[in-house]
């Protein structure tokens, strides 16, 4: 290396970037110094007093070792040669199969590094190099006149290192080789040759020999070595003096920055260490109210079990929730890791979960004894207790509550029955409970006045009972309304805040879920009406009065003991008035929804339904109980028209209070309906037929009391009077039966089957369920009644039935004026059943006009016969009839007698019109005999004798005919008899 040249081998700091560069000619321009890269990891951390605190300090720690002198050599990690192979998995392992993927974002606290910030370091050392150059080059030429000697020095030491063996050269050569041992010393010329005196001596000559010959090499590698040094001896000493020049620089820098040091220590100690302790006593201080309120939050939640114990002896099992909440809430957030409080999460789990079980148990009890109080107290059972109750139900989930109630209202309605029954069967004296032990047989003892009494109480019983059950419901739904209204509160003020942050859904967010509860309304509409109709409600705001109101003070740490210490008065300052001046905590912690709250809305409509569907099955258990011996069947009318007006007007009642159309009683009343229905049927067809056997067919007398029957109907309404309790005054029968203007003469029968019709009709106006059933009977008996009198009249069967001797017009007649009457009060009875039947029944009055048409035909009938009878007697005796004196002939006169006795036996039967159409009829047939019998005479108006005689005879029979009563504007038509002239 070259030792002389123009500038100083020796290294100057620089005053830029502290580095040692070699001084440089003044005469050339000085070159710009590199600008440094600011420092991204500084070695003092800038933080809070914390970290002042525990991080390393230049001052003190100057001399101790610290993790930041710490260093890894990634390459040297992953390439370590003492593993078998490389870990591939290095980060990924660790960090995830994406990490290699990922892509690594530039720092933000690096500047972006370019070419340019490298040029003033490039301008430097291009002009350094420059100047190496120069040197390389120069320095051989100045050694240029040594350079023989030099050369011929060189190869004498090349033929001095050549007579050293190549083993010592070699660059593995390793003396510890046997190899290599063995060749550098031979020891086989030294083993087993001690024993002759000779050979020793040789060997140890040879063996001085070959230490000389090892010096010998030695000598000659240190010589060459020498020479080696000798010749770079310039620059040995130029390095020297250069590494001497650098300890200096170093000394005066050590020097330089121990007084540096120094000064920083007075600066620190006067003007940093006073603030910086005043910062960490704040700390201290700090961190001693947060260990102090700390331990105060732990003391407060250490009396959580004791103040839990406390509030479910007083069943304050609200405020214990709350409280458990609240405490498991500090346990996850202020006290998490505290190892005294390890077991207490789980305690108030077991504790949360007794809760539950208590509450359940205390629900049932409480229903239990609501259930079966006295029912003449109607006011509502511990109505707080109730509220809390559910309020806590609800807290928890638990919302199979209601089941509970439903099991204690079906032992309810039982003990409800069996209480009453037990009670009347004590005030009856004539049963002997020690012979009659189960009291289903005792109850049967009953007469049926005893027995529809105890009815009544059990039906005034249940309706006490279905509204106290409706009053539970009803305190139920306002708890569930209230909390339904702080979630709609809160999902209000969640929307108002999302409105907030983003203006354009706050238009989506306005629509409220409506949830279904019972048959057609709504949560929101029943929740609407519960506003209108209870004005001592608190509004909104009042409810979440408790949200502004902290009665702690300003101390965060101690929400919890402001929990416990004042469980009770939270409910007092967060409190919403309920219906009655229940005043409950409406907490934000009630983990149910809209959709559950409506499902339990649901379920308490349900409950209401529940509660009238199990009163109406244990009165049809009561009600088939005593069916069982056939007693219900034996009723008479009026007994069963009572019975059923009873059952109406329960489930009238019933349907008022639970809105529930319960249809198990009606069924049951139904079915004994059917029943009443058949035997009251076979009891009044029976009964006609018996009176039709005995009826004579001969006029009857008209009581007052069917008079009266028949006149109270005349303004459109069938129903039968009322039986007075006076004696009535005695009135005479009549001879007829008046109706609408006209009278009816009309035989026993009919007026009682008008009776019986009144009555089929008043049945149906008592027990509404049997109006088609009815309808089908009466059409039975009015049917049977036309077939059986026909039977009797124009069949003749009154022969053999009643013994009469014959049939007589005067019994057709009146068989005729009897049918008349009932088809004047068909369309009567038609309109009664149409008012009473379904549309889609209608189709069953065809029964009427069916019926009609049956009476219409069989009046014809009646009536045909009259005519066929006295055909029969004009055909008789006209065709005996002679053109002779005297006059009238006799034949005539029979004929007018027999037209005479029937006009008789018609005239106070049938009315005037009906006996002018049917003497009409009867002249009409009596024209045709004498026209058919002056035929067959050769009888003709010619005027002649026989003529004279023939006119005689009709004079005289047109005479009689019109002197009868109603006859006398008859148009007999004479002129007919007679053949027109050809």
């Known amino acids: 290396m070259a030792s002389s040249h123009n500038s100083p081998a020796v290294l100057r700091p620089s005053s830029s970037d502290g580095k040692f560069k070699k001084e440089m000619d003044p005469s050339k321009k000085p070159i710009k110094a590199v600008r440094s890269l600011p420092d ?85 050392m291009t002009s350094r190099q420059k100047i190496h150059e120069k040197c390389k080059k120069t320095c051989p030429l100045k050694d240029g006149l040594d350079q023989a000697p030099v050369v011929h020095s060189h190869d004498r030491s090349r033929t001095d290192l050549d007579q050293v063996p190549k083993i010592f050269l070699k660059s593995d050569f390793a003396l510890e080789d046997p190899p290599t041992f063995s060749t550098v010393l031979p020891w086989s010329h030294f083993s087993g040759q001690h024993g002759a005196g000779g050979k020793g001596a040789r060997d140890g000559a040879s063996s001085r020999l070959l230490q000389e ?57 006067v003007m940093c260490e006073g603030s910086l302790q005043i910062l960490r006593l704040a700390v201290t201080r700090n961190n001693c109210v947060k260990m102090y309120n700390k331990l105060k939050l732990m003391a407060t939640v250490h009396q959580t079990q004791p103040t839990v114990q406390l509030l479910l002896s007083t069943s304050e099992f ?90 204690e209202m079906i032992a309810a309605a039982k003990s ?34 005893q027995w529809l009494d105890l009815l009544k109480n059990i039906f005034a019983s249940f309706i006490n009972f ?59 509409d029943a929740y609407s009406e519960r506003e209108l109709s209870s004005p001592g409600v608190e509004t909104e705001p009042q409810r979440t009065a408790y949200q502004n109101n902290d009665p702690c003070g300003s101390d965060s740490t101690s929400e919890a003991e402001c929990a416990t210490d004042s469980s009770s008065s939270k409910e007092q300052t967060s409190s919403s008035t309920m219906p009655g ?18 499902r339990v809305a649901n379920n308490l409509q349900e409950l209401l339904y529940s509660a009238s569907d199990i009163c109406h099955d244990r009165c049809v258990k009561f009600l088939m109980a005593r069916a069982k011996d056939g007693f219900l069947e034996k009723l008479n009318s009026s007994e069963f028209v009572a019975l059923s007006r009873t059952v109406e007007i329960f489930v009238q009642e019933t349907e008022k209070i639970c809105s529930r159309r319960s249809m198990s009683l009606r069924g049951a009343l139904q079915s004994q309906a059917n029943k009443f229905v058949n035997r009251f049927h076979d009891e009044r067809k029976t009964k006609l037929g018996l009176l039709l056997d005995n009826e004579r067919w001969k006029q009857a007398e008209v009581p007052a009391e069917f008079q009266d ?19 009535p005054q005695e009135r005479k029968p009549a001879d007829f039966l008046f109706v609408d203007g006209q009278k009816y003469a009309v035989v026993g029968t009919v007026l009682l089957l008008i009776r019986i019709i009144f009555e089929y009709c008043q049945c149906v106006d008592d027990i509404p369920s049997i109006t088609t059933d009815m309808l089908t009977r009466l059409s039975d008996l009015l049917k049977h009644f036309n077939s059986r009198s026909c039977q009797l009249v124009l069949g003749a069967g009154a022969l053999q039935v009643v013994g009469l001797k014959t049939i007589t017009t005067k019994n057709l007649a009146l068989a005729s004026r009897c049918l008349q009457l009932i088809v004047h009060y068909i369309p009567k009875i038609r309109v009664h059943f149409e008012a009473r039947l379904q549309p889609k029944q209608y189709n069953m009055l065809r029964h009427f006009d069916h019926i009609t048409k049956d009476y219409n035909d069989h009046i014809s009938e009646i009536l045909a016969k009259l005519v066929a009878i006295m055909d029969n007697l004009c055909d008789k005796t006209l065709s005996k009839y002679e053109v002779k004196a005297p006059v009238p002939s006799a034949c005539f006169r029979n004929v007018c007698k027999q037209t005479a006795k029937m006009h008789e036996a018609m005239h106070d039967v049938l009315p005037a019109e009906q006996t002018q159409m049917l003497f009409l009829r009867i002249n009409s047939s009596f024209k045709i005999h004498l026209k058919r019998q002056l035929i067959r005479l050769n009888v003709v108006n010619d005027g002649g004798p026989l003529h004279g005689l023939v006119a005689s005879d009709l004079a005289f029979y047109t005479g009689n005919i019109q002197a009868l009563k109603g006859l006398e504007n008859l148009d007999v038509n004479i002129t007919e008899i007679w053949e027109p002239k050809r």
């Open 40 to 124: 991204v990891c500084p070695k003092e951390p800038t933080g809070d007093s914390r970290s002042l605190c525990d991080s390393p300090s230049v001052v003190a720690d100057q001399h101790r070792w610290t993790v930041y002198h710490s260093k890894v050599n990634l390459p040297a990690a992953l390439n370590d040669p003492r593993l078998s192979k490389r870990e591939s998995d290095f980060f990924t392992k660790t960090w995830g199969l994406d990490f290699m993927e990922t892509e690594v974002m530039s720092s933000f606290y690096l500047p972006p590094i370019t070419k340019e910030h490298f040029a003033p370091y490039l301008q430097d």
């Open 213 to 269: 010959k090892l010096t010998h090499y030695l000598d000659v590698v240190e010589v060459n070595i020498a020479h080696q040094i000798s010749l770079r001896s310039d620059a040995f000493f130029h390095a020297m003096t250069s590494q001497h020049e650098l300890q200096d620089y170093l000394t005066k820098t050590s020097q330089a920055v121990k007084m540096l040091r120094d000064k920083i220590a007075q600066i620190d100690k």
């Open 318 to 407: 609200v405020g214990a929730l709350d409280l458990i909440a609240t405490t498991q809430e500090v346990l996850q957030q202020e006290l998490q890791g505290i190892h005294s409080f390890r077991h207490l999460g789980s305690q108030l789990c077991e504790l949360e979960r007794l809760i539950d079980k208590m509450m359940i148990a205390d629900f049932s009890t409480y229903a239990h004894s609501d259930l079966n109080r006295p029912l003449d107290d109607d006011q509502l059972l511990e109505e707080e207790r109730l509220v809390s109750l559910v309020f806590g139900l609800l807290k928890q989930r638990k919302l199979d509550f209601l089941d509970i109630y439903h099991e």
């Open 416 to 449: 409800i029955i069996k209480q009453s029954v037990i009670e009347t069967i004590a005030q009856m004296e004539e049963i002997d409970t020690e012979v009659i032990l189960k009291l289903a047989d005792q109850m049967r003892m009953l007469n049926f006045p």
């Open 466 to 524: 279905l509204k106290r059950v409706k009053a539970t419901v009803s305190t139920i739904r306002n708890v569930i309304f209230l909390v339904l209204d702080r979630i709609r509160e809160k999902s209000r003020e969640l929307e108002a805040v999302s409105s907030q942050k983003n203006p354009g859904l706050g238009h989506t967010l306005d629509t409220e879920v409506a949830y279904l509860t019972h048959e057609g309304m709504f949560i929101s």
């Open 581 to 598: 001046g229940l005043e409950i905590m409406a907490s934000d912690d009630v983990r149910l929804t809209e959709l559950e709250l409506g």
């Open 709 to 727: 029957l028949v006149n109270s109907i005349e303004d459109g309404v069938i129903a039968l009077p009322e039986k007075k309790g006076t004696v």
